[in-house]
């Protein structure tokens, strides 16, 4: 397993404390929004407690016999439990499952330990289920339960479980992690994927490479939005095209896109886009759009994609982000 990412120090320093002192809770419930690396506390802290060599900071070794079946997804002591590919929730007989794996005593110490995945998408039968484990766990069990909407938990559950909540980290922080984690990405995308992932550097990251791969994807919006300045294509035609996508990930492209545009106004044009085939395409929309008016736009598109989670008429809600684009042209 990799490093701890560094802005998930303060919460280890939290549970390594809890380790030393030997009194981790059982139940343990890891929140935070998406993109920050929550999965990844719970895994590590998983290894910690099967590690027989941990650090000083109670950190996994990474060599002995238990690390490297962690590392492999072998270890018998750990057992993961997640929604089924087919399915939508976790159901009871996973719980069951889940209830005699930590009933019987550990093959290589007295620990076992469960995450359970996605929690929130417990059925009732199941989280009930789950209850009595809580309430009663057998010595040197551990329940790790990770959710980004633990509302969505019963209350009964949550009481029950010790909260580790993942905070964003600072932006200067989240920068320079990005920046070490591939060097080809420019540190403008970085800025606006970072912004639009609201400060999350794992979403940030993914945002940015997919950005800066320049997908097929990417190049037939570019002409398309060029055919609409064009006025050979109806805001409303565009949008019927577009219907089948998922609006979040059409809005997470117009904003980068649009920053791109932006560069391409003020003269700081990054080195990505002049190597890149799209140059000139995005050159061709940039001069066709006013400044001020794409900053505004970049603005709307942020609240669109608040509001893009929830649209019920997905038609509308492209149609309308197309007028507004096409409002940003010059006059
Ligand atoms: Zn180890």
Known sequence: MTALYPWLAPSWALLGQRIQARNLPHGLLFTGPEGLGKQHLAEYLA????CQQRDAAHQPCQRCQDCLWFGAQTHPDINHIQTAEDKTQISVEQIRGLMHFISLKGSRSNTRVALIHVADQLNSAAANAL???????????????????PARLPATLRSRCQLIKVGLPPTPLALSWLHAQNAALHSAVLESALVLAHGAPLKALQLAQQHQDHDKTWSEEIAQLLRLTNNEQSPMELARHWQSKAPGDVIQRLYLLTADIIRHKLMLTPAYLAQAERAGSLQSLANRLDLDKTFYFQDQLLEGQRASSTALNVHMLFEDLLIRFNACRTS
């Open 47 to 50: 290894q910690a407690l099967v």
């Open 131 to 149: 209850l009595k484990t809580l309430e009663e766990p057998p010595p040197g069990a551990h329940l790790l339960l990770i959710s980004a909407h």
